[in-house]
């Protein structure tokens, strides 16, 4: 069975400054996708992110970069420069590549809020 | 392209009565999954549809069914409604080519479901 862990809860962080979302996670797989979802107020997952098991590279977008290491079983999220349209509730998760189990686990969520 | 639709946004209903959500997945989309997302047990898979079959199931009990037609579009019906089945029923769906491989799940706005 697959798990998440996103041991952070509730984040406040003053705007401009950078915030790091930790996710660790738990297969036996070998081939896997991770995902980063954010939940604004009004409720839409909004997909920011996939990340392939065999790719480690890191990725940047704009403010947002993501740190894969299979070695610790982690793929944290960075915001860099927060804005206030970052504060959201942030959702990591994991998905088999293959296989007829489509069902995403997700962790718990961090909650951000970031202050003017 | 147009995003993922769902209908109702907002529902309210007495123990005991049923109800019906509608999902409009992205064009082209075959795969369509239900998830329910509550304070307590966060987002959890309900079911996936791909070509009108369901795929897989979550532990959830038989009063929650759903549906898929011929044009992708879903539906998710939840009977005899206890209040515990207060939640966001979110639905997702994805550019699979078969079941058998994932790919990235596109969510929609939701449908908050309110059991009096």
């Known amino acids: 069975a697959q798990k998440v862990t996103q041991a952070q809860t509730e984040i406040s962080v003053v705007e401009k400054e950078d915030v790091t979302l930790d996710c660790v996670y738990e297969t036996r797989d070998t081939t896997y996708y991770l995902f980063w979802y954010k939940q604004p107020p009004s409720g839409e997952l909004v997909f920011l992110i996939r990340r392939n098991s065999f790719d480690e590279q890191n990725e940047i977008s704009g403010r947002y970069s993501w740190n894969f290491q299979k070695s610790t079983s982690s793929f944290n999220f960075t915001i860099t420069a927060s804005q206030v349209v970052d504060s959201a509730v942030y959702f990591c998760?994991?998905?088999?590549?293959?296989?007829?189990?489509?069902?995403?686990?997700f962790g718990k969520g961090i909650t951000l809020s970031v202050r003017p | 392209k147009a995003g993922v639709t769902q209908t109702p946004r907002y529902l309210i209903k007495t123990r005991g009565q049923q109800v019906t959500l509608s999902c409009s997945p992205i064009?082209?989309?075959?795969?369509v999954s239900w998830y329910q997302q509550t304070p307590g047990q966060g987002l959890q898979f309900l079911f996936e549809?791909?070509?009108?079959?369901?795929?897989n199931k979550g532990n959830f009990p038989g009063r929650f069914s759903g549906r898929q037609f011929s044009n992708s579009r879903s539906e998710m019906n939840v009977s005899t409604l206890e209040l515990g089945d207060s939640a966001l029923y979110l639905c997702?769906?994805?550019?699979?080519?078969?079941?058998?491989?994932?790919?990235?799940?596109?969510f929609g706005p939701g449908t908050r479901l309110l059991v009096l």
């Open positions: 997702a769906s994805s550019h699979k080519r078969t079941s058998e491989y994932q790919e990235t799940q596109y």
């Open positions: 998760a994991l998905i088999l590549l293959t296989g007829a189990n489509s069902k995403l686990t």
């Open positions: 549809y791909f070509s009108e079959t369901q795929r």
């Open positions: 064009s082209g989309h075959r795969s």
